[in-house]
């Protein structure tokens, strides 16, 4: 049940994430909100390689994967994960299928709560309403040259519930998130790198079919 929870929110953030129009503050994000605004609006479709790190007190060590994804927005992801497991994550509408082979699992997950409730918080959200929720803090990134990272700390107990923190990496050249962490209540984190990015290529429908075992 952790495992269906946590991905729903983590992938579900994929989607609104890796395009900033939405992100903004009255400070540095201004110069990002207008650079992004553009980007927002022409983004169709993308796709990339990830690295995803994850650490909880359940792991001995921190656990790594690695593989691809692909986006037709507005609400079509997949996850095709090659390392160190093959499994695919898939959310199509307000569905989510997870298959794991080498796991016999192939479970499907309705999240339609859970992408509204993201919807809520963070989609078309002015830099006003976004305070409302989060208390925002945009700087240039000390680990990552040529990014600026922005934390939102949520300010509502309702998303404190599920997140403590959100963090983003954004590439100064394309405005694009090229970095996620999540630190959940319980100390537990991901974290998502994202590369070889392509901005709105064609993609194949075969694309969204998860991998045969």
Request: glycine share 4%.
């Amino acid at each position: 049940m952790l495992l269906k929870w946590r991905w729903a929110p983590v992938t579900a953030l994929v989607v609104v994430m890796l395009s900033l129009d939405r992100v903004a503050t009255a400070d540095l994000f201004d110069e990002i909100y207008a650079r992004g605004r553009p980007v927002e609006a022409s983004l169709k479709t993308l796709t990339a390689a990830f690295v995803e790190e994850s650490t909880s007190s359940l792991l001995a060590r921190p656990l790594t994967a690695r593989g691809t994804l692909a986006v037709i927005r507005p609400h079509r992801i997949v996850l095709h994960y090659n390392q160190p497991e093959r499994r695919t994550v898939l959310i199509d509408g307000d569905t989510m299928r997870m298959v794991w082979p080498a796991r016999s699992i192939d479970q499907r997950l309705a999240i339609g709560p859970t992408q509204r409730r993201i919807q809520q918080y963070f989609a078309d959200k002015s830099p006003a309403q976004l305070r409302s929720h989060f208390d925002i803090t945009a700087v240039d990134a000390p680990d990552r040259p040529g990014a600026w990272r922005v934390t939102m700390v949520p300010r509502r107990k309702q998303i404190r519930e599920g997140l403590s923190t959100l963090a983003l990496w954004i590439d100064r050249e394309t405005v694009m998130v090229s970095s996620l962490s999540m630190t959940f209540p319980n100390g537990d984190t991901k974290r998502m790198s994202f590369d070889e990015v392509r901005v709105n290529p064609a993609i194949d429908d075969s694309v969204f079919t998860p991998a045969a075992p």
